[in-house]
Protein backbone atom coordinates (compact mmCIF):
# COMPACT_ATOMS: atom_id res chain seq x y z
CA UNK A 1 0.00 0.00 0.00
CA UNK A 2 2.97 2.45 0.95
CA UNK A 3 5.00 2.09 -2.32
CA UNK A 4 1.22 2.46 -4.26
CA UNK A 5 0.02 5.81 -2.30
CA UNK A 6 3.78 7.16 -2.61
CA UNK A 7 3.41 6.96 -6.33
CA UNK A 8 -0.05 8.18 -6.54
CA UNK A 9 0.95 11.58 -5.20
CA UNK A 10 4.67 11.43 -6.56
CA UNK A 11 3.38 10.42 -9.73
CA UNK A 12 0.49 11.58 -10.24
CA UNK A 13 -1.41 14.41 -7.91
CA UNK A 14 1.83 16.20 -7.61
CA UNK A 15 3.04 16.71 -11.06
CA UNK A 16 -0.42 18.33 -11.97
CA UNK A 17 -0.94 20.29 -8.64
CA UNK A 18 2.41 21.44 -8.25
CA UNK A 19 4.66 21.29 -11.28
CA UNK A 20 7.96 21.79 -11.86
CA UNK A 21 9.87 19.24 -8.70
CA UNK A 22 12.75 17.49 -9.19
CA UNK A 23 11.98 13.43 -9.25
CA UNK A 24 13.99 13.48 -5.90
CA UNK A 25 11.58 15.82 -4.16
CA UNK A 26 8.22 14.27 -5.43
CA UNK A 27 9.39 10.90 -4.58
CA UNK A 28 10.32 12.14 -0.68
CA UNK A 29 6.91 13.73 -0.65
CA UNK A 30 4.88 10.95 -1.48
CA UNK A 31 6.83 8.85 0.87
CA UNK A 32 5.92 11.56 3.64
CA UNK A 33 2.68 11.31 2.28
CA UNK A 34 2.01 8.08 2.46
CA UNK A 35 3.89 7.39 5.78
CA UNK A 36 1.60 10.54 7.26
CA UNK A 37 -1.75 8.42 5.78
CA UNK A 38 -0.40 5.20 7.58
CA UNK A 39 0.05 7.32 10.85
CA UNK A 40 -3.49 8.79 10.55
CA UNK A 41 -5.15 5.31 10.34
CA UNK A 42 -2.83 4.47 13.11
CA UNK A 43 -4.36 7.29 15.10
CA UNK A 44 -7.78 6.24 14.06
CA UNK A 45 -7.52 2.67 15.11
CA UNK A 46 -5.33 3.60 18.66
CA UNK A 47 -8.17 5.79 19.44
CA UNK A 48 -10.65 3.14 19.37
CA UNK A 49 -8.34 0.68 20.95
CA UNK A 50 -7.61 3.35 23.97
CA UNK A 51 -11.26 3.80 24.64
CA UNK A 52 -11.51 0.34 24.41
CA UNK A 53 -9.31 -0.18 27.14
CA UNK A 54 -11.01 2.47 29.34
CA UNK A 55 -14.35 0.18 28.90
CA UNK A 56 -12.60 -3.24 30.00
CA UNK A 57 -12.08 -4.74 26.90
CA UNK A 58 -8.59 -6.55 25.79
CA UNK A 59 -7.38 -5.27 22.62
CA UNK A 60 -5.79 -7.83 21.04
CA UNK A 61 -4.02 -6.48 18.11
CA UNK A 62 -4.68 -3.99 15.13
CA UNK A 63 -4.30 -4.39 11.41
CA UNK A 64 -3.67 -1.53 8.98
CA UNK A 65 -5.39 -2.71 5.21
CA UNK A 66 -5.86 -0.95 2.43
CA UNK A 67 -8.88 0.60 3.25
CA UNK A 68 -8.32 1.58 6.60
CA UNK A 69 -7.47 -0.58 9.70
CA UNK A 70 -9.33 -2.48 12.75
CA UNK A 71 -8.45 -3.27 16.06
CA UNK A 72 -9.46 -6.79 17.41
CA UNK A 73 -10.84 -7.06 20.65
CA UNK A 74 -11.92 -10.04 22.89
CA UNK A 75 -15.32 -9.85 24.09
CA UNK A 76 -18.36 -7.52 23.37
CA UNK A 77 -18.90 -3.74 24.45
CA UNK A 78 -20.69 -4.65 28.15
CA UNK A 79 -23.22 -1.50 27.85
CA UNK A 80 -24.45 0.08 24.67
CA UNK A 81 -23.18 3.39 25.93
CA UNK A 82 -19.96 2.01 25.67
CA UNK A 83 -20.22 0.39 22.25
CA UNK A 84 -21.05 4.10 21.12
CA UNK A 85 -17.71 5.17 22.80
CA UNK A 86 -15.56 2.77 21.54
CA UNK A 87 -17.33 3.45 17.90
CA UNK A 88 -17.01 7.46 17.42
CA UNK A 89 -14.19 7.85 18.78
CA UNK A 90 -12.18 6.40 15.49
CA UNK A 91 -13.86 9.03 13.16
CA UNK A 92 -13.83 11.93 15.80
CA UNK A 93 -10.07 11.06 15.86
CA UNK A 94 -9.66 11.20 11.86
CA UNK A 95 -12.10 14.76 11.67
CA UNK A 96 -9.84 16.54 13.95
CA UNK A 97 -6.73 14.79 12.41
CA UNK A 98 -8.08 16.49 9.17
CA UNK A 99 -9.40 20.09 10.50
CA UNK A 100 -5.51 19.89 11.63
CA UNK A 101 -4.07 19.29 8.80
CA UNK A 102 -6.42 21.72 6.44
CA UNK A 103 -5.34 24.54 9.46
CA UNK A 104 -1.82 23.71 8.84
CA UNK A 105 -1.79 24.08 5.43
CA UNK A 106 -4.10 27.71 5.55
CA UNK A 107 -2.61 29.05 8.68
CA UNK A 108 1.06 28.37 7.77
CA UNK A 109 1.06 27.49 3.75
CA UNK A 110 -1.53 28.52 2.21
CA UNK A 111 -0.35 31.69 -0.11
CA UNK A 112 3.26 31.09 0.71
CA UNK A 113 5.33 29.46 -1.99
CA UNK A 114 5.73 26.35 -0.52
CA UNK A 115 2.91 25.22 -3.30
CA UNK A 116 3.63 21.11 -2.96
CA UNK A 117 3.95 21.23 0.87
CA UNK A 118 -0.03 22.88 0.97
CA UNK A 119 -1.04 20.21 -1.82
CA UNK A 120 0.15 17.40 0.82
CA UNK A 121 -1.14 19.04 4.04
CA UNK A 122 -4.77 19.31 2.25
CA UNK A 123 -4.95 16.43 0.56
CA UNK A 124 -4.13 14.38 4.29
CA UNK A 125 -7.22 16.76 5.65
CA UNK A 126 -9.24 15.77 2.75
CA UNK A 127 -8.35 12.24 3.40
CA UNK A 128 -9.17 11.93 6.98
CA UNK A 129 -12.23 14.07 6.52
CA UNK A 130 -13.24 11.48 3.93
CA UNK A 131 -11.93 8.22 6.16
CA UNK A 132 -13.97 9.84 9.19
CA UNK A 133 -16.85 10.15 7.07
CA UNK A 134 -16.96 6.95 5.42
CA UNK A 135 -16.22 5.15 8.56
CA UNK A 136 -20.08 6.47 10.04
CA UNK A 137 -21.70 4.76 7.36
CA UNK A 138 -24.20 2.70 9.46
CA UNK A 139 -23.59 -0.30 8.84
CA UNK A 140 -21.48 -3.09 10.55
CA UNK A 141 -18.49 -3.68 9.84
CA UNK A 142 -18.10 0.21 9.52
CA UNK A 143 -17.90 1.94 12.87
CA UNK A 144 -21.49 3.51 11.59
CA UNK A 145 -22.52 0.31 12.33
CA UNK A 146 -21.24 0.10 15.68
CA UNK A 147 -22.97 3.65 16.62
CA UNK A 148 -26.20 2.29 15.25
CA UNK A 149 -26.41 -0.97 17.07
CA UNK A 150 -25.39 0.95 20.06
CA UNK A 151 -28.65 2.55 19.29
CA UNK A 152 -30.89 -0.27 18.68
CA UNK A 153 -29.15 -1.95 21.80
CA UNK A 154 -30.37 0.99 24.11
CA UNK A 155 -33.60 0.76 22.28
CA UNK A 156 -34.61 -2.52 22.25
CA UNK A 157 -32.56 -3.65 25.00
CA UNK A 158 -31.22 -6.80 22.59
CA UNK A 159 -27.83 -6.37 22.01
CA UNK A 160 -28.07 -9.47 19.08
CA UNK A 161 -31.12 -8.47 17.40
CA UNK A 162 -29.45 -4.68 17.49
CA UNK A 163 -26.49 -6.58 15.61
CA UNK A 164 -28.32 -8.26 12.92
CA UNK A 165 -29.66 -5.37 11.72
CA UNK A 166 -26.71 -3.56 12.13
CA UNK A 167 -25.06 -6.79 9.95
CA UNK A 168 -27.93 -5.94 7.28
CA UNK A 169 -27.20 -2.64 7.07
CA UNK A 170 -24.08 -2.89 6.64
CA UNK A 171 -24.49 -5.19 3.63
CA UNK A 172 -26.78 -3.15 2.06
CA UNK A 173 -24.43 -0.15 1.81
CA UNK A 174 -21.50 -2.94 0.54
CA UNK A 175 -23.82 -3.63 -1.96
CA UNK A 176 -24.75 -0.55 -3.20
CA UNK A 177 -20.96 0.52 -2.77
CA UNK A 178 -20.39 -2.18 -5.45
CA UNK A 179 -22.95 -1.49 -7.86
CA UNK A 180 -22.77 2.58 -7.39
CA UNK A 181 -18.77 1.89 -8.30
CA UNK A 182 -19.29 0.01 -10.92
CA UNK A 183 -21.55 2.77 -12.26
CA UNK A 184 -18.92 5.31 -11.86
CA UNK A 185 -16.19 3.00 -12.86
CA UNK A 186 -17.97 2.88 -16.27
CA UNK A 187 -19.32 6.44 -16.80
CA UNK A 188 -17.52 8.88 -14.78
CA UNK A 189 -14.21 8.60 -12.69
CA UNK A 190 -12.33 5.22 -12.99
CA UNK A 191 -10.53 5.87 -9.65
CA UNK A 192 -13.10 7.04 -7.37
CA UNK A 193 -15.11 4.12 -9.27
CA UNK A 194 -13.14 1.20 -8.49
CA UNK A 195 -11.84 2.08 -4.65
CA UNK A 196 -15.96 2.41 -3.93
CA UNK A 197 -16.43 -0.80 -5.74
CA UNK A 198 -13.61 -2.73 -4.25
CA UNK A 199 -14.45 -1.51 -0.59
CA UNK A 200 -17.83 -2.78 -0.99
CA UNK A 201 -16.21 -6.26 -2.11
CA UNK A 202 -14.39 -5.98 0.64
CA UNK A 203 -17.16 -5.32 3.06
CA UNK A 204 -19.15 -7.97 2.11
CA UNK A 205 -16.33 -10.67 2.34
CA UNK A 206 -15.41 -9.51 5.53
CA UNK A 207 -19.34 -9.60 6.54
CA UNK A 208 -19.33 -13.19 4.60
CA UNK A 209 -16.49 -14.34 6.28
CA UNK A 210 -17.57 -13.75 10.13
CA UNK A 211 -21.50 -15.32 9.52
CA UNK A 212 -20.51 -18.42 10.70
CA UNK A 213 -19.05 -17.30 13.66
CA UNK A 214 -21.43 -14.96 14.40
CA UNK A 215 -24.36 -17.31 13.93
CA UNK A 216 -22.95 -19.48 16.31
CA UNK A 217 -21.13 -17.28 18.95
CA UNK A 218 -23.94 -14.91 18.52
CA UNK A 219 -26.39 -17.36 20.10
CA UNK A 220 -27.97 -16.26 23.75
CA UNK A 221 -26.31 -18.05 26.19
CA UNK A 222 -29.42 -18.45 27.57
CA UNK A 223 -30.39 -21.06 24.93
CA UNK A 224 -27.85 -23.08 25.38
CA UNK A 225 -27.24 -22.74 29.23
CA UNK A 226 -27.91 -25.60 31.76
CA UNK A 227 -30.88 -25.04 34.16
CA UNK A 228 -31.21 -25.19 36.93
CA UNK A 229 -27.36 -24.31 37.09
CA UNK A 230 -24.75 -26.60 38.96
CA UNK A 231 -23.85 -24.65 42.07
CA UNK A 232 -23.48 -25.64 45.76
CA UNK A 233 -25.18 -24.13 49.09
CA UNK A 234 -22.62 -22.56 50.77
CA UNK A 235 -23.82 -24.99 54.25
CA UNK A 236 -22.37 -27.93 52.12
CA UNK A 237 -20.13 -30.53 53.71
CA UNK A 238 -16.72 -31.41 52.39
CA UNK A 239 -18.75 -35.03 52.92
CA UNK A 240 -21.35 -34.66 50.55
CA UNK A 241 -19.93 -32.83 48.20
CA UNK A 242 -17.53 -35.63 47.87
CA UNK A 243 -20.01 -38.38 48.34
CA UNK A 244 -23.35 -36.70 46.90
CA UNK A 245 -22.14 -33.86 44.19
CA UNK A 246 -18.94 -35.12 42.74
CA UNK A 247 -20.09 -38.60 41.63
CA UNK A 248 -22.87 -36.62 39.07
CA UNK A 249 -20.60 -33.31 38.80
CA UNK A 250 -17.04 -34.25 37.20
CA UNK A 251 -15.50 -30.60 37.90
CA UNK A 252 -12.79 -29.13 39.73
CA UNK A 253 -14.10 -25.68 41.12
CA UNK A 254 -17.95 -25.44 41.67
CA UNK A 255 -20.31 -21.72 42.02
CA UNK A 256 -21.71 -21.57 45.37
CA UNK A 257 -25.09 -19.81 45.50
CA UNK A 258 -27.54 -19.35 48.06
CA UNK A 259 -31.24 -18.11 47.36
CA UNK A 260 -30.66 -17.79 44.19
CA UNK A 261 -27.69 -15.38 44.28
CA UNK A 262 -23.86 -16.13 43.28
CA UNK A 263 -21.67 -15.92 46.31
CA UNK A 264 -18.88 -17.18 44.69
CA UNK A 265 -16.65 -20.24 43.73
CA UNK A 266 -14.69 -22.83 45.64
CA UNK A 267 -11.92 -25.76 44.22
CA UNK A 268 -11.58 -29.30 45.21
CA UNK A 269 -8.26 -27.96 45.34
CA UNK A 270 -8.89 -25.73 47.98
CA UNK A 271 -10.82 -28.09 50.17
CA UNK A 272 -7.60 -30.89 49.90
CA UNK A 273 -5.92 -29.43 53.23
CA UNK A 274 -9.13 -30.79 55.11
CA UNK A 275 -8.69 -33.55 56.92
CA UNK A 276 -10.79 -36.27 56.83
CA UNK A 277 -12.44 -36.38 59.90
CA UNK A 278 -13.34 -32.64 60.18
CA UNK A 279 -15.05 -33.48 56.38
CA UNK A 280 -18.79 -33.74 57.69
CA UNK A 281 -18.21 -30.33 59.81
CA UNK A 282 -16.80 -28.49 56.92
CA UNK A 283 -18.74 -26.39 54.66
CA UNK A 284 -17.97 -25.04 51.03
CA UNK A 285 -18.77 -21.77 52.21
CA UNK A 286 -15.71 -21.36 54.69
CA UNK A 287 -13.38 -22.30 51.35
CA UNK A 288 -15.00 -20.24 48.99
CA UNK A 289 -14.11 -16.89 46.95
CA UNK A 290 -16.28 -14.04 46.43
CA UNK A 291 -18.32 -13.74 43.74
CA UNK A 292 -16.75 -11.19 41.22
CA UNK A 293 -17.54 -10.17 37.85
CA UNK A 294 -15.36 -12.70 35.62
CA UNK A 295 -17.62 -15.76 37.34
CA UNK A 296 -20.79 -14.99 35.75
CA UNK A 297 -22.41 -13.69 32.21
CA UNK A 298 -26.20 -12.12 31.73
CA UNK A 299 -28.81 -14.40 30.13
CA UNK A 300 -28.87 -12.03 27.19
CA UNK A 301 -25.20 -12.39 27.06
CA UNK A 302 -23.82 -14.28 23.88
CA UNK A 303 -21.70 -18.10 23.83
CA UNK A 304 -18.71 -16.42 22.62
CA UNK A 305 -18.45 -14.15 25.52
CA UNK A 306 -19.14 -16.86 27.74
CA UNK A 307 -16.76 -18.73 26.33
CA UNK A 308 -13.85 -15.98 26.14
CA UNK A 309 -15.42 -15.70 30.06
CA UNK A 310 -15.10 -19.48 31.00
CA UNK A 311 -11.73 -19.66 29.63
CA UNK A 312 -9.76 -16.98 30.91
CA UNK A 313 -11.65 -16.85 35.34
CA UNK A 314 -9.73 -19.83 35.62
CA UNK A 315 -12.84 -21.47 36.99
CA UNK A 316 -13.67 -23.26 33.39
CA UNK A 317 -17.29 -22.34 33.70
CA UNK A 318 -19.65 -19.30 33.93
CA UNK A 319 -22.89 -18.59 36.29
CA UNK A 320 -25.88 -17.03 34.01
CA UNK A 321 -27.77 -14.41 36.06
CA UNK A 322 -31.13 -12.34 34.74
CA UNK A 323 -32.19 -8.53 35.36
CA UNK A 324 -32.44 -9.20 38.78
CA UNK A 325 -29.39 -11.05 39.23
CA UNK A 326 -30.56 -14.17 40.26
CA UNK A 327 -28.63 -17.31 39.16
CA UNK A 328 -30.95 -18.96 36.11
CA UNK A 329 -28.61 -21.85 34.97
CA UNK A 330 -25.11 -22.56 34.01
CA UNK A 331 -22.61 -23.16 31.65
CA UNK A 332 -19.02 -25.15 31.61
CA UNK A 333 -16.07 -24.29 29.06
CA UNK A 334 -16.23 -27.29 26.97
CA UNK A 335 -20.08 -27.54 26.13
CA UNK A 336 -19.03 -24.33 25.09
CA UNK A 337 -16.56 -25.05 22.89
CA UNK A 338 -19.47 -27.91 21.10
CA UNK A 339 -21.51 -24.63 20.51
CA UNK A 340 -19.40 -22.37 19.79
CA UNK A 341 -18.33 -24.53 16.89
ZN1 LIG B 1 -12.86 2.97 13.05
Redesign the pocket.
Known sequence: MLPLYAWAIAGVYLPSHAPGLSVVTLWAYGAATALLLVASVLV??F??AIVARTEGLVVEDITLHFF????RMSGEPPTPRSEFRI?VV??GA?FALGVLFLLLDSVFVYGTTLVAEGRVLRHLGIVNLVLATF?LLPGYP??GGHVLRAFLWRKTGDPLRAMRTARGAGRSIAIALVAVGAYVFLFTDRMTGLWAFSFGVVLLLILGLSDNAWAHGAQAIARVMRRPAVTLEPSTTVHALVHDVLPDHRQTEFLVAAGGRLLGFVSLDALRAVDRDLWKETTVGSFMHPVDETIFVGQLDTVANALAQARSNGIGQVAVIDRDGLIVGSADRSSLERRDR
Open positions: HEAHGGLAAGPSNLD
